[in-house]
C-alpha cells in the first residue's frame, strides 16, 4: 500500500503538478480521481461549478525609471497606473486617512505581515482581513502595494477574484527601497493579467453500508498558483485515493463511507458551500468525517485532534494513538475543509503535520519533503479508527 499511496501522490504532484482552480491541470487532477473511484467501484458524483481561469504575464514597479521586482497577487485585475504613493501600516492609519483615488496605497507592517482571506471565504474569515478590504474598497485607490514580511519572499498576499483593486505583493528588500524613497509623486504599477471563465469540481466517490450511517473521508487536491503542491495536498488526496482502493474491496463494513475530493479550498471553499447546499441534510448520517491536508512530511510529525465530538469518541481516538506514539494529538485547528463538518455537528477529526512550514505556498513544496513511511503511519491509523468505529451510531459520537 506504501506504493499505492505514493504513485497517487507522485501522479497529482509530479505528472499533473500546479493545479489551481479553472486550469487545465485542475481538471486533469480531477479525472484521475474521478477514474481512482471507479476503477475501485465506487458510486461516483460530480459537482461542478464555475470559476475563473487566470494567468499573469508581467508585473512590475517603477520608481524614478528604476523596475522593481513585484508579483502580481492572484486573480488580480490588469493596471497601467501612475500616482502618488502613500504608505500605511496600522488599520488605523489607513482608516484616518483621506481617499485615495489617483493615489498607490503602500501596505506593510501590521497590514501585510499575513495573507488576507478572501472576502466571500466560507470558512474563516476573521474581521480585522474583512476590515483592512473593506476601507481599501471603500478608499479607491489605483493600486496597491503589499510588502510581505519574510525575507527574500514576495508571495502574493491577497488571493480573491472578488477583490475589485489591482494589487501587487514586493519582498521586504524590495519594499525597504520603496519606504526609504518616500515620498514619491509618481510611480509606476504594471499587471499585466488576463482572466476568462474555467470550472472546476468536487468528486464524490460512496460505498454503501448495511445501513444508513456513514463514515466522511475527505481533502482538497487544487492548490494555489506556482506550487506543486505535494504536501498540501497532494499528500490528503493520496491517502483518500488509497483508503478508497483499500475499503472498497472489503465486504466486512458496517458502515457506509463517502470520499470526497474537495476542488477551491484554497479560493473561497466553494466546493464545500456547493456541497452543503446539496447535501446537508444527508450530514445526520454522519457519525465522524476525517480530513486530510498536509501529511507524511518526512521532517514532520503527524498529528490529529477531535471536533465536536463526544467524550467516549475523544477517549477510544487516544487509545488508538498510543499504538502510533509518533503520532501526536493537538489542539484544534479551523482552516480547512473539516470545518464545514465540525460547523455543522458532525465530529470531526482533523489529520495535519508539524513540519517544514515554509513549503506551504512555495515552488518548493515537491515530492522530496514526503515520506513513505509518514503516508503509511496514517494510513494504518486510519484503518484502525475506523475498525473502532464500526458498529457505533452518530448519537454515540456525537455531543
Known amino acids: 500500500m506504501k506504493e499505492n499511496i505514493m504513485n497517487h501522490l507522485n501522479t497529482l504532484s509530479t505528472e499533473i503538478g500546479c493545479r489551481p ?11 484521475y480521481i474521478e477514474n481512482v473511484f471507479k476503477n475501485s467501484g465506487l458510486e461516483v458524483e460530480i459537482q461542478e461549478f464555475k470559476v475563473p481561469d487566470w494567468q499573469l504575464i508581467e508585473a512590475l514597479i517603477e520608481l524614478n525609471d528604476v523596475r522593481l521586482e513585484a508579483k502580481g497577487n492572484n486573480f488580480s485585475k490588469p493596471c497601467d497606473v501612475s500616482g502618488e504613493i502613500v504608505p500605511f501600516c496600522t488599520i488605523e492609519e489607513l482608516a484616518s486617512s483621506s481617499d485615495l483615488e489617483g493615489k498607490i496605497a503602500f501596505l506593510y507592517g501590521e497590514l501585510s505581515k499575513e495573507n488576507y482571506v478572501p472576502k466571500g471565504f466560507t470558512i474563516y474569515n476573521p474581521e480585522h482581513h474583512q476590515q483592512t478590504i473593506r476601507l481599501l474598497e471603500g478608499k479607491k485607490p489605483s493600486a496597491i ?5 519574510e525575507k527574500g519572499r514576495n508571495l502574493p498576499v491577497i488571493n480573491d477574484w472578488d ?6 505583493t514586493v519582498s521586504p528588500e524590495v519594499g525597504l527601497i520603496i519606504k526609504n524613497s518616500l515620498p514619491i509623486s509618481s510611480a509606476k504599477c ?4 488576463k482572466r476568462t471563465q474555467g470550472k472546476t469540481r468536487n468528486i464524490i466517490g460512496r460505498v454503501k453500508g448495511t445501513g444508513t450511517e456513514k463514515i466522511i473521508l475527505t481533502a482538497h487536491y487544487d492548490t494555489v498558483f506556482e506550487t506543486n503542491g505535494a504536501f498540501d495536498n497532494a499528500s490528503g488526496v493520496a491517502l483518500v485515493l488509497s483508503l478508497a482502493e483499500e475499503i472498497a474491496k472489503r465486504k466486512d463494513w458496517q458502515t457506509g463511507f463517502e470520499f470526497i475530493a474537495f476542488s477551491s479550498e484554497e479560493y473561497l471553499g466553494l466546493g464545500d458551500e456547493l456541497y452543503l447546499n446539496e447535501h446537508k441534510k444527508s450530514l445526520k448520517d454522519a457519525i465522524v468525517a476525517m480530513n486530510f491536508d498536509g501529511i507524511g512530511q518526512a521532517l514532520g510529525t503527524n498529528n490529529i485532534t477531535l471536533m465536536s465530538g463526544s467524550d467516549e469518541l475523544e477517549a477510544d481516538l487516544k487509545a488508538i494513538k498510543r499504538e502510533f506514539p509518533s503520532v501526536q494529538w493537538t489542539a484544534p485547528w479551523y482552516e480547512s475543509n473539516h470545518y464545514t463538518f465540525f460547523s455543522n455537528g458532525v465530529p470531526s477529526i482533523p489529520f495535519s503535520c508539524s513540519g517544514v512550514s515554509d513549503l506551504l505556498h512555495t515552488s518548493d513544496d515537491t ?4 515520506c513513505n513511511d509518514k503516508l ?6 486510519v484503518l484502525e479508527i475506523i475498525k473502532n468505529l464500526q458498529g457505533k451510531t452518530s448519537e454515540w459520537t456525537r455531543r
Open 21 to 31: 482552480v479553472g486550469t487545465r491541470a485542475n481538471q486533469e487532477a480531477s479525472n
Open 163 to 168: 477583490f475589485s483593486i489591482p494589487s501587487l
Open 145 to 149: 502595494i503589499f510588502v510581505r514580511m
Open 190 to 193: 504594471v499587471i499585466e493579467s
Open 376 to 381: 503509511n503511519e496514517a494510513y494504518l491509523l
Open 367 to 370: 515530492t522530496q519533503w514526503i
